[in-house]
């Protein structure tokens, strides 16, 4: 199976590449932005799925998911996402998207969740749909997705990134790209001072 995977986050697309391809039997190609992605298309490549991540650059969110599915190289198109809430991932499988992936899943879930895809099936996370998409009431907190206050408050804890991946069910590198992120998010320079911030604003 051939798929395409386009993630402005370059940890991320490594990953789920190299999850994909140690199954055997999955052909990825990667990229950073949605015109690269259109370019993959254009140059008469085909492709058994397409993985967009919502908010990477010139996606303009369900416009480019639409955009994508009128090529025809591509024969499944599915998002990917760490901020998308539940309205957004209903527009989207509504709109007749492969599925919706949240960033929270496992890498093994992730893979998983493609091969499904890739079969014709659609893939829509029960969990995350359930999930009340009240925001946190903290400043701080409401700027996270809700994977990245538990890595957070993993930090806050003192515990390794072995030790939060174990706890949240992820891998070092998934959890790895969390930290990176929210340490952005929040203004922190590294884990002791994203923990400071958290306990001195009262996340937790």
Known sequence: MRILIADDHDLLRD?????LESEGDFLTTTVASFDEALAQLTSGRVFD???LDYSMPGMNALEGFQRMASMEGAKRVAIISGTANRQIAERILSAGAAGFLPKT????SLVNAVRFMAMGEQYAPTEFLRASDSAP??????????RELDVLKGLTEGKSNKEIARDLDLR?????????TLYRKIGAANRTQAALLAR????F
């Open 200 to 203: 001195e604003a009262g996340v």
């Open 49 to 51: 799925l397409v993985l």
């Open 172 to 180: 070092e590198p998934t959890v790895k790209l969390h930290i990176k």
């Open 105 to 108: 899943l496992s890498a093994r």
């Open 15 to 19: 990953t789920l590449k190299l999850f």
């Open 137 to 146: 009431l903290h400043p701080l907190a409401a700027r996270l997705s809700r």
